[in-house]
């Protein structure tokens, strides 16, 4: 199980996973293949391993989540980040969850001791969709809910961004634009577009109606920000990557290519203040 639990230093950030399967299972995800994601791991096999990487390696953020939600069970999410923050490093999350209550009072008590390390918590929420979300996401709590988490968020000082990834070529860009009016309206600091990405199996992509991913322009490739390096079918159409940036910054956000994008404005601004 070991082998599996890997770590890579990429633009900075260290990708460092929750290690138990998401419940969400949004029709998409590609951790549900295997490939990037683990079967079930104890949590402190996945933080001393961590450990041991980040005594040898440089890097400047920790990205949480990649393999999984780290909210889907706040309490583990909670006591990882809390472990993760010892290193004193910038961190990030990703997540789906509704997060309020006791969790956001937890989440600003881990903001106030990286303040102190000079060092900032931030957020990615994500979003694939609004009215397609009860059949594309079935399980996930509703974009309303996301929302909130990203009002939330805002609230008590951690700056949130809306992943607007992948873009999912059946469904229309009224339902982005209204994620990025929603998002904007709740305090998101910004929107990163990202691709599709499809296995061998396109078990990640049988949901899309029959023919569409023929119309949209694809390459594949080795999956660079993954340690274990996947090789997976990139669908990306630049033309509609391009209008949907337009529209962010018409509604007034700010658009990002990529989530290191993201954690280079963080760490900017942290110098710059």
């Known amino acids: 199980m070991g082998r599996r639990i890997l770590f890579k230093v990429e633009k ?3 990708l460092v996973p929750v290690g138990e399967p998401c419940p969400f299972g949004c029709r998409y995800c590609y951790t549900r293949g295997g490939e990037v994601g683990l079967a079930r791991v104890d949590m402190e096999e996945v933080l001393t391993r961590f450990r041991t990487f980040a005594r040898e390696a440089s890097f400047e953020t920790i990205q949480f989540g990649y393999d999984g939600d780290p909210f889907a069970r706040p309490e583990r999410g909670l006591a990882m980040l809390r472990q993760l923050a010892l290193l004193g490093k910038h961190m990030n999350f990703s997540t789906k969850a509704l997060i309020e209550g006791s969790t956001l009072a937890a989440l600003e ?18 979003l694939s969709c609004w009215d397609s979300a009860a059949v594309v996401e079935p399980h996930t709590p509703s974009p309303a809910e996301r929302m909130r988490t990203v009002a939330n968020l805002t ?27 929603e998002g904007v309206r709740a305090g998101s600091e910004g929107f990163v577009v990202g691709p ?15 023919g569409t991913l023929d119309t949209v322009p694809n390459q594949t490739v080795t999956v660079s920000w993954s ?23 018409r509604c007034g956000g700010r658009a990002f290519e990529s989530s290191a994008d993201v954690m280079t404005l963080v760490q900017q601004r942290v110098v710059m203040g």
């Not at 000082?157 to 009016?181: K, N």
């Not at 079918?233 to 209008?243: A, L, S």
């Open 109 to 126: 008590n881990i903001r106030h001791y990286l303040d102190s390390c000079g060092a900032v918590l931030s957020a990615l929420v994500s």
């Open 227 to 249: 340690a274990h390096e996947p090789t997976w079918t990139r669908y990306e159409d630049t033309n509609r990557f391009q209008r949907l940036v337009s529209m962010i910054e």
């Open 196 to 210: 599709l990405y499809v296995d061998r199996r396109e078990q990640f992509a049988r949901f899309i109606p029959q």
């Open 155 to 181: 609230s008590i000082g951690i700056p949130a961004f809306i992943t607007l990834r992948p873009i999912l070529p059946h469904i229309p860009d009224e339902e982005y634009e209204r994620v990025v009016v």
């Open 12 to 14: 900075k950030r260290v």
